[in-house]
C-alpha cells in the first residue's frame, strides 16, 4: 500500500524569502510516515529541507522544532493548537509560516 501524499502550499513572509530562491510560496509533496497514516506538518518541513534547506532551518531549531519566535499556521489554525509538528495536513493545506507577535 503507498503512504500518503498531499501538495503542501508554504506561504512566506518576505523577511524569508531569500532562504526561498526569493519566493514568498513553495510548493512541494508531504507524505506521511506511514502506510495508512496521514502527512504531517513535520512531514512539509522534512521535504522543505530536503528542497531549500536554508529556510527550514530559520522555522525550526536544532532540535526539529518549531523557533520560538515563528507562528506556523495550517489552514487558518495555528499548528501549535493543531498538534504541532505531528498535526495532519488536509488535502491541498495551506501554511503560513510567519514572525510570532507577541501580547502586550
Do not use: K, Q
Request: hydrophobic share 45%; net charge neutral.
Amino acid at each position: 500500500m503507498a503512504r500518503p501524499v498531499t501538495l503542501v502550499r508554504f506561504v512566506l513572509p518576505s523577511a524569508l524569502g531569500p532562504w526561498a530562491g526569493d519566493m514568498v510560496e513553495v510548493r512541494l509533496f508531504a507524505v506521511a510516515d506511514r502506510d495508512g497514516g496521514h502527512p504531517t506538518l513535520g512531514a512539509a518541513l522534512d521535504r522543505l529541507r530536503r528542497t531549500h534547506p536554508s529556510l527550514e532551518r530559520r522555522i525550526r531549531d536544532d532540535h526539529g522544532d518549531v523557533r520560538r519566535h515563528i507562528s506556523v499556521f495550517v489552514c487558518g489554525e495555528n499548528a501549535r493548537e493543531l498538534g504541532g509538528l505531528d498535526c495532519a495536513l488536509p488535502p491541498a493545506a495551506e501554511i503560513y509560516v510567519l514572525p510570532a507577535l507577541s501580547r502586550i
